[in-house]
Nanobody
Framework: VQLQASGGGLVQPGGSLRLSCVGS????????IGWFRQAPGKEREGVSC????????YYADSTKGRFTISRDNAKNTVYLQMNSLKPEDTAVYYC??????????????????WGQGTLVTVSS
């Protein structure tokens, strides 16, 4: 049972990337999935999540209107579409299972699963 995050890379400010979180060994549609990021010297931040119960979503204020989270259950994948990227979006991005509150964001527990992280660098 594992999650694999991918899709990071180097992009210029204003550009776009789509991150993928693929589950293996279990069906992601039964799980709420969160995306997190951690920039050098900063604490980990919950960026977005999507609930398994009703598909409700959460976005951090810094990403609203620019990021979109979605599922493709046939591919057992959760995506994070990131548009209008800014240098401050530079971080390692992780996906994880856990709770998802539309009000407060993703909340993984001690026994939830994490992907390995994918680096997003926004720079000219």
């Amino acid at each position: 049972v594992q999650l694999q995050a991918s899709g990071g890379g180097l992009v210029q400010p204003g550009g776009s990337l789509r991150l993928s979180c693929v589950g293996s060994g279990f069906a992601l549609d039964f799980w709420s999935i969160g995306w997190f990021r951690q920039a050098p010297g900063k604490e980990r931040e919950g960026v977005s999540c999507i609930s398994s119960t009703d598909g409700s979503t959460y976005y951090a204020d810094s990403t609203k209107g620019r990021f979109t989270i979605s599922r493709d259950n046939a591919k057992n994948t959760v995506y994070l579409q990131m548009n209008s990227l800014k240098p401050e979006d530079t971080a390692v991005y992780y996906c994880a299972t856990g709770l998802c509150s539309p009000a407060t964001g993703p909340f993984p527990g001690d026994h939830d699963y994490w992907g390995q992280g994918t680096l997003v660098t926004v720079s000219s």
